[in-house]
């Protein structure tokens, strides 16, 4: 350690000291800082959240290589030096108490006459609490209408969340659950808690309030959920007790006969690749949504015979429409004929090709043309030819296009020497075959 350029911040003479006096008072100083970050203790006690952190910057020099940090239990806490920081850091696992033990040296600086260093050991335990994390409430209000004189069934799960299908998950995954009913002159409700399933019973006409609370175990933490149930009852006839029309399956028939149609035209080979594509996609998304449903069942109190039955119909209904969609090959080289009369008289005929011989004109096709790659039908065609690159205005030749449906917007561009414009919607396209 130099000591010259720090006396020299000094006017000796000014203040008629020695320079031993001044080196005494110095050294004196140096001993009380060295010495008042060697002695500072990490905080012996820590709360934490689960899923949180804490942490303790450190006023000592620590030797990261020397440090160890261990845990009493840990599936409570778990701790570790950061020495990027310089902090002891502390992560909550659990709820519960458990200690966190830190071990290591630290560089200690010695003044006496010479400047010297040593490492010195030091063990600090930090006592550490875990608190459950704090989960506000999940409280929705869900509207049920019934008949008079029916009745609906719901498994839990679907009203208070997945954790609640499996009986011999209570205590586990889900716990407490209760039912409080409304006025019985309108409906009735009764939870069984052997089959995790709550029917609500029509009576009379009429709206009334049930409530459903459970807990649930989420994010390390029991989570309370209270399901606020306004229900309806419409008047109807019947017997009492009889159920309720499967109302989700209705919904998912309606949808798969609404695609029927395209279904059909495909199979039949009347749309488009990328027609039939989508077709088949929405038939693959609504079938997925149906084997769901039916996996979703699995162990619960609609686990019967006459609710999935009825699924399954369904799915097969879907699944076979998919093959037929997948089995049909359109020929690889569908017959082109000579086109007769203008694109545009042929508008509606997607799919269908046409041939179509230029002839030579080096001095260029006139006319404007919309579009790149989608032409509209009102497009010259041999002036588009030349822009798709196909032919040139010197040679010409003979040219397929398939007619297309129309789009919504075409984009114009330079391609070839030849420049298209931009056009909006339009009734009819075409576009060449390669």
């Not at 060697?38 to 709360?47: C, F, G, K, Y």
């Not at 261990?70 to 850091?89: E, F, H, Q, V, Y």
């Not at 409530?211 to 390390?220: I, P, S």
Request: proline share 4%; with cysteine; net charge positive.
């Amino acid at each position: 350690m130099k000591v010259q350029p720090i006396l020299s911040i000094f006017n000796m003479r000014r203040f008629d000291i020695s320079s031993s006096a001044v080196l005494q008072v110095l050294m004196l100083a140096c001993v009380f800082i060295l010495s008042e970050g060697a002695v500072a203790q990490a905080p012996r006690t820590a709360t934490v959240e689960v899923g949180k952190e804490t942490s303790f910057g450190m006023r000592r020099e620590v030797n990261g290589r020397s440090t160890q940090v261990s845990a009493s239990d840990l599936a409570i806490a778990r701790g570790w030096w950061d020495g990027n920081l310089n902090k002891l850091r502390i992560e909550g696992l659990s709820p519960g108490r458990t200690q966190i033990t830190f071990t290591g040296t630290y560089r200690e600086i010695i003044v006496g006459g010479v400047l010297r260093e040593r490492a010195v050991p030091f063990r600090d335990v930090v006592d550490v609490t875990v608190l459950a994390r704090t989960v506000p409430v999940d409280s929705r209000a869900i509207t049920i209408q019934v008949t008079g004189n029916k009745h609906r069934d719901y498994s839990i799960h679907v009203l208070l969340g997945p954790q609640f299908r499996n009986k011999n998950e209570e205590g586990l995954r889900w716990r407490n659950v209760s039912f409080t009913g409304g006025n019985g002159a309108i409906a009735r409700g009764l939870y069984d808690d052997n089959q995790l399933k709550l029917r609500i019973t029509g009576v009379k006409g009429g709206t009334t309030q049930m409530t459903l609370t459970g807990e649930r175990f989420v994010e390390r933490t029991w989570q309370r959920v209270v399901r606020d149930l306004s229900v309806k009852v419409v008047p109807g006839a019947g017997t009492m007790g009889e159920i309720e029309p499967d109302v989700w399956l209705e919904g998912l028939r309606r949808s798969y006969q609404q695609i029927q149609p395209s279904v059909e035209r495909g199979a039949r080979g009347e749309l488009l690749v990328e027609q039939k594509a989508d077709v088949r996609r929405n038939l693959e998304n609504l079938g997925t949504v149906v084997e769901n449903g039916i996996r979703n069942l699995a162990g619960t109190a609609d686990d019967r015979e006459e609710i999935i039955a009825p699924r399954r119909t369904l799915l097969g209904e879907i699944q076979r429409d998919i093959r037929r969609l997948r089995e049909y090959q359109p020929p690889t080289n569908p017959p082109a004929i000579e086109l007769p009369g203008s694109v545009g008289s042929h508008r509606g005929q997607n799919g269908k090709r046409f041939t179509f011989k230029c002839a030579p004109n080096p001095g260029g096709a006139g006319g404007t043309v919309w579009g790149t790659d989608v032409y509209t039908d009102d497009s010259p065609i041999c002036k588009a030819a030349v822009h798709a690159g196909l032919i040139t205005y010197a040679s010409g030749g003979t040219v397929i296009i398939e007619i297309r449906p129309g789009q919504q917007s075409y984009a114009g561009s330079e391609r070839n020497g030849v420049s298209t414009s931009n056009w909006g919607g339009w009734g009819g396209s075409y576009v060449f075959v390669r």
